[in-house]
């Protein structure tokens, strides 16, 4: 059963987001008194991937107006994209909209003025060291709509799994340290169930972007991030 066990503990080695919680329980009957163990596994990675939003907005009198510029600035701030190597894979479109705009004055009507239009890309950055630089660029090129960053890790596996391994140390550690002190021994481990394993990227900073003409690049520091897993163990004390 052991063995088993053990299986079933590696067959959560794969995660399919990072939010996603799973289970892998295997359980057995107890003769002897039942303990119920929550424990924790963290281990921490430097983040390899930021993501950024970056966009345009236009406003003009007529919608077609606003739509044209817009759009003729966004495909400059692709071509930018490109020149810097960015994949078509790591840019996706997050927000296209065109809104009217308004003036309200006392007990008049609201009067028509102008429409806005935004035209938003979630961009991800694989190499961190250049992200600063290349949001500059975007920006020289029209883009005056940047928030973020996201900062993730492309593949937590490892970290997950080294997480996992913490935590049934974690959890057997402490059977042990409840076991002595009711002046009984842990028997055997019983079930192991796995509820959530996974990371919780910051929430995203505020960028200021530079002014065009400054040297100085929008600078992005990764710092590191903390990867957990959780488990409940079932032991058999005696």
């Known amino acids: 059963m052991k063995h088993i066990w053990l299986a079933a503990l590696l067959g959560t080695a794969s ?11 295997v359980a057995q009957s107890i003769a002897g008194t039942r303990l119920d163990i929550s424990a924790t596994g963290e281990a921490t990675r430097v983040p ?13 009198t007529s919608a077609t107006d606003a739509l044209a510029q817009n759009g003729a600035r966004m495909e400059r701030v692709r071509a930018a994209l490109k020149r810097a190597g960015i ?13 009217p705009e308004y003036r309200y004055q006392d007990n008049q009507p609201p009067q028509l003025t102008g429409y806005t239009a935004s035209n938003q890309v979630n961009v991800r950055f694989r190499d961190i060291r250049n992200t600063g630089k290349i949001l500059d660029a975007l920006v020289a090129e029209g883009a005056n709509q940047i928030s973020g ?3 993730t890790i492309d593949q937590p596996d490892a970290a997950l799994d080294e997480a996992r391994t913490k935590a049934v140390a974690v ?14 021994r842990v028997v055997r481990l019983v079930a192991v169930s796995e509820s959530g394993g996974g990371y919780a990227p910051p929430p ?11 040297r100085d690049y929008s600078k992005i520091d990764p710092g590191e991030q903390k990867l957990s897993v959780s488990l409940g163990m079932t032991f058999e004390l005696q």
Do not use: F, K
Request: proline share 6%.
């Open 15 to 25: 995660i399919a987001a990072p939010a996603a919680a799973q289970q892998a329980t």
């Open 204 to 214: 995203p900073m505020p960028m200021a972007v530079m002014a065009r003409g400054e």
């Open 171 to 184: 959890g057997r550690a402490r059977a042990e340290q409840y076991a002595r002190a009711l002046g009984m």
């Open 87 to 99: 994949a078509d894979r790591d840019i996706q479109t997050s927000n296209i909209s065109l809104n």
């Open 149 to 151: 960053p996201n900062l």
């Open 48 to 60: 390899d991937v930021a993501i950024v939003n970056a966009g345009v907005q236009t406003r003009s």
